[in-house]
């Protein structure tokens, strides 16, 4: 997700151990650093994906070329996941067999400000700084739209690219919503 996509092993950890342990899969997370060009923000990371990827065979002694693939993300990681696969896979040639999309987000940069008012909602209630969340949230919203701050790709160019992927058979794409997230397009 955007919040902790610098630092995935603190959020996702647990999963990852799960994966590994009971599954025997590898588990290359890759950071990243949520920017506006969330086009540029997949490919870097996909970038740094495959060149981890090479040295994580002989680390573990086995061929990392041949290993199954499978592309996970969590909300804006489900987005980079999504827009890598979309774009035809990974630059070194293996394309992820399988794609699970986790609170897919396609939202729009004043979506974000409403999901950050949330949490600084949770996280100060009871305080007297609460009192000041929604008029911050207010100004934030204005002066983003004002600027006309928004992702790339935008709403209607990332529901392209998730159709496109859905509708190619090479990738099996996988979605998992949460009820509970304002923000999940699944």
């Known amino acids: 997700g955007a919040l902790v996509g610098q630092v995935p092993a603190l959020v996702y950890d647990r999963l990852a151990r799960a994966l590994c342990d009971a599954g025997g899969f590898l588990v290359v997370a890759t950071p990243y650093t949520a920017e506006l060009d969330h086009g540029a ?54 394309a992820p067999s399988r794609v699970y999309l986790c609170g897919f987000t396609q939202a729009t940069a004043q979506d974000q400000v409403g999901l950050l008012e949330s949490l600084a909602e949770a996280l100060l209630r009871g305080t007297p700084a609460a009192l000041a969340v929604p008029g911050i949230a207010a100004v934030a919203r204005r002066a983003a739209q004002a600027a006309r701050i928004e992702f790339t790709p935008d709403v209607e160019a990332t529901l392209a690219a998730a159709a496109e992927l859905g509708a190619r058979s090479a990738a099996e794409v996988r979605v998992a919503a949460f009820g509970a997230d304002p923000l999940d397009a699944s």
């Open 41 to 94: 923000v997949a490919e870097a990371t996909q970038s740094a994906f495959c060149k981890a990827v090479p040295a994580c065979g002989p680390a573990f002694g086995f061929d990392a070329a041949g290993l199954v693939r499978h592309a996970v993300g969590h909300s804006l990681g489900s987005k980079l996941a999504m827009l890598s696969a979309a774009g035809g896979g990974y630059d070194d040639g293996g």
